[in-house]
């Protein structure tokens, strides 16, 4: 029994974020807690509080029609056709958290992250496939699944939209989980930065609370769906000061490639990040940061 406030499926998610939001981490929390105290301090009625303490007591598990096998392949780690990448990531991608795959143009990103979807097709779920940048066609998916196993139903389980702009991706975002079902394994958010990029003159506000946004449905799909997310990103340049800080061209000691969206909208605990840096046409490196993010 998972001890996670956030990954106890028995407490409704404005519940759970509600109780996050006072403090409350994991379920243990919760046994020192009266309804009467957890009412005032949340603003619920006492009826209310009182249904959250009895959830929280009650041992979730597995409906009856849910066989083993299922609960098994819904919590394993995922390995990838890359064996340097599921090395990066300690044996493979855990289901229901969070990968951003960043690199230079030309490094395989697209690439990784159809490999997933062809995992996830062919293990009969359904993946959400958004394109933001025209990096990834109808036909490049096809030639990803010509050799596989599911080569003559992916089109059953793919589902493919092109986003072009900020408004659209965050109407998406905002929509999320109503487009969650129950086969629906895998979202893909190709090229997640370039909408942002499309709309330089942004408030620095705006764009942060944009970014929190993705950050909090990011964080109820993946734990409480236990929807698995990849995203794609190019890199920019960074100036950093001498002693690290952010810096200018005037006070610059050296550059740093790094995601261009940075990792408001990663939730921590659940999230990988992966830069890929190509060394020539056939070699390369993939490395695993953190930023405190970190499973």
């Known amino acids: 029994m998972s001890r996670n406030i956030l990954l106890h499926p028995t407490l ?9 939001r006072a403090g409350y981490e994991t379920l243990d929390d919760l046994s020192s807690t009266s309804a009467e105290a957890l009412s005032k301090e949340l603003g619920i009625d006492i009826s209310d509080s009182q249904s959250i303490i009895t959830a929280s007591q009650r041992p979730p598990g597995p409906t009856l029609s849910q066989s083993l096998a299922s609960l098994i392949s819904r919590s394993q780690s995922l390995a990838c056709s890359y064996a340097a990448v599921n090395t990066a990531l300690g044996g493979g991608l855990p289901r229901g958290h969070i990968l951003e795959i960043s690199g230079p143009p030309g490094s395989l990103k697209e690439t990784l992250a159809l490999d997933y979807a062809r995992i996830f097709v062919e293990a009969n779920e359904e993946v959400i496939f958004i394109d933001t940048q025209n990096m990834t066609s109808l036909a490049t998916i096809k030639k990803t699944f010509h050799n596989s196993s599911a080569a ?3 089109q ?7 986003l072009h702009t900020l408004p659209d991706l965050m109407l998406f975002i905002h929509n ?5 079902h129950a086969k629906t394994g895998l979202l893909v958010l190709n090229s997640i930065s ?3 990029l499309s709309h330089p003159d942004i408030q620095s506000s705006k764009r942060t609370a944009l970014l929190e946004k993705i950050h909090q449905v990011f964080l109820q799909a993946s734990a409480l769906n236990n929807l698995t997310i990849i995203t794609t990103s190019q890199m920019s340049t960074k100036l950093l000061n001498a002693d690290g800080s952010p810096g200018n061209f005037e006070t610059g000691a050296k550059a740093v490639m790094a995601p261009q969206l940075g990792s408001t909208y990663l939730p921590a605990g659940r999230s990988y990040r992966l830069a890929i840096v190509p060394e020539s046409r056939t070699t390369g490196q993939d490395k695993v940061h953190s930023d405190d993010i970190k499973c």
């Open 12 to 20: 409704p998610s404005s519940t759970q974020l509600a109780l996050r």
């Open 152 to 154: 003559t139903n992916y």
């Open 156 to 162: 059953n389980l793919v589902r493919y939209t092109h």
């Open 176 to 180: 999320l989980l109503s487009e969650i």
């Open 194 to 196: 370039f909408p942002f």
